[in-house]
């Protein structure tokens, strides 16, 4: 079975902070995304990653970076923490050249 | 106007009842996908498909490529099928996704 962990379900952080968001996948996947989600607005990409140490930016990549050290796992990073950014963020991953989705549980993110 | 839209929004039905959600999509795709989130946020894929039809246990997925355009069926829905349904386009590798349609099948 394929797994995909995202490191916490709910967060809660202050404006300012900086927030780091890990995923991890068990499926030797090229593929690993994020995503955030928002009422009415479906999953928009904020980046998305084919290999190690590589890095595209999706549709909303401001005010986020990511990390990609490692083949089984992607952090999202949100330099400074804005009430905007408060949502649900979902890491995904698949294998190449194959856009069958594997999503991890997703994290609440509350910034206050 | 999106590239992947989805209707109903929302959709309320009572159990045992046949269910419909549809996707159209303005783009050329490889694939089609239905996906099921569940409330708690996790996200699981029900299908990919190119054409025709696919069915796995009362769930059943119809692409017509030459219309734009994919459904997703539940046959004797039950209370465990509510849900977001979202679809998403394939398109040149990149998934360009709908909004999703909440269901909620009432006892």
């Known amino acids: 079975d394929v797994k995909v962990t995202q490191s916490s379900r709910y967060l809660v952080k202050r404006t300012g902070e900086k927030v780091f968001l890990e995923c991890v996948q068990d499926m030797d996947h090229e593929n690993m995304f994020w995503y955030r989600q928002d009422p009415g607005l479906g999953l928009r990409l904020i980046y998305f990653s084919y290999d190690v140490k590589m890095k595209e930016k999706g549709d909303i990549p401001e005010g986020y970076s990511v990390s990609r050290e490692k083949k089984e796992r992607f952090s999202l990073i949100l330099e400074s923490a804005s009430t905007n950014q408060t949502s649900m963020y979902l890491c995904?991953?698949?294998?190449?050249?194959?856009?069958?989705?594997?999503f991890g549980q997703g994290t609440r993110l509350t910034v206050v | 106007k999106n590239e992947v839209e989805q209707s109903p929004q929302n959709l309320t039905a009572q159990e045992g009842e046949f269910i419909t959600i549809n996707c159209s999509y303005s783009?050329?795709?490889?694939?089609l996908h239905w996906l099921q989130q569940h409330p708690g946020g996790g996200i699981v894929s029900l299908f990919m498909?190119?054409?025709?039809?696919k069915k796995h246990g009362r769930l059943i997925a119809t692409i017509n490529i030459q219309e734009k355009h994919s459904s997703l069926h539940i046959t004797a829905s039950h209370p465990r099928d509510s849900a977001v349904y979202i679809c998403?386009?394939?398109?040149?590798?990149?998934?360009?996704w709908g909004a999703g349609t909440k269901l909620i099948i009432k006892p």
């Open positions: 783009v050329g795709i490889s694939a």
């Open positions: 498909l190119s054409s025709g039809k």
């Open positions: 998403a386009a394939d398109s040149n590798y990149q998934l360009i």
């Open positions: 995904a991953s698949s294998a190449i050249r194959n856009t069958e989705a594997f």
